[in-house]
């Protein structure tokens, strides 16, 4: 099992910054992809890909957010990054991290992210 927790977020205005973590703990060896999610706006019953890493360094991000939004990595901490700079109202949301291991995914619990004025 892997256990996965997020935090950083948070409050921001338009145009502002939030940097968020995700630790992985448990049998994390053989982790493929820590990714990324958060709902497309108006459908909670989905998920939408944010952006992905995985072990040997391929990133993908959603469109929405290339030029925005950083992921990386510390794959000795088991940890990943988003840092998300010009954040928008619309990316207003909670964002999930997932692990891929050995074809089975983990979630973690979220962590909210506001962008309001």
């Known amino acids: 099992q892997v256990q996965l927790v997020e935090s950083g977020g948070g409050v921001v205005e338009p145009g502002g910054s939030l940097k968020l973590s995700c630790v992985a703990s448990g049998d994390t060896a053989g982790i493929a992809a820590m990714s990324w999610y958060r709902h497309p706006p108006g459908k909670q019953r989905q998920l939408q890909l944010v952006?992905?890493?995985?072990?040997?360094?391929?990133?993908t991000y959603h469109d929405s957010v290339k030029g925005r939004f950083t992921i990386s990595s510390d794959f000795a901490k088991d940890t990943i990054y988003l840092q998300m700079d010009a954040l928008k109202p619309e990316d207003t949301d909670v964002y999930l991290c997932?692990?891929?291991?050995?074809?089975?995914?983990?979630w973690g619990r979220g962590t909210q992210v506001t962008v309001s004025s």
């Open positions: 952006a992905s890493i995985n072990s040997g360094g391929r990133i």
């Open positions: 997932n692990a891929q291991r050995y074809l089975a995914d983990y």
